[in-house]
């Protein structure tokens, strides 16, 4: 089922302003398939590298994965997040997320 934001956030909390980014299924509490819109992709592209949490970091990387894996987000975008945040990534575990991937391209 495909919920959009506006169905989200009006039943959750009021909103002064839209927000840039929403992540949903923090710390893995309920499963769901996520797909960036054109702005969130954006946002992800140019500021993965500053997520300070490590879970929330590493979860956006496999929705990521999931996109590029089902064609949802081309090549040129993998690229560029690539090259935008995986020299700022020191997580053990979420390096062999992503290299795993790299290594099935």
Not at 6 to 12: H, Y
Not at 42 to 62: C, E, M, Q, S
Request: proline letters at 2%; hydrophobic letters at 40%.
């Amino acid at each position: 089922m495909l919920v959009k934001a506006e169905e989200l956030t009006s039943c959750i909390l009021e909103l002064d302003e839209e927000p840039e980014f929403i992540l949903l299924d923090h710390n893995s509490y309920g499963y769901s398939r996520v797909r960036f819109d054109e702005k969130s992709l954006a946002f992800v592209i140019g500021n993965l590298k500053y997520f300070t949490d490590v879970p929330a970091r590493t979860h956006v990387w496999r929705h990521l994965i999931d996109m590029i894996q089902t064609n949802e987000i081309s090549v040129k975008d993998w690229h560029s997040i690539l090259l935008n945040n995986i020299e700022f990534e020191r997580e053990e575990q979420t390096l062999g997320v992503i290299m795993d991937e790299i290594l099935r391209c």
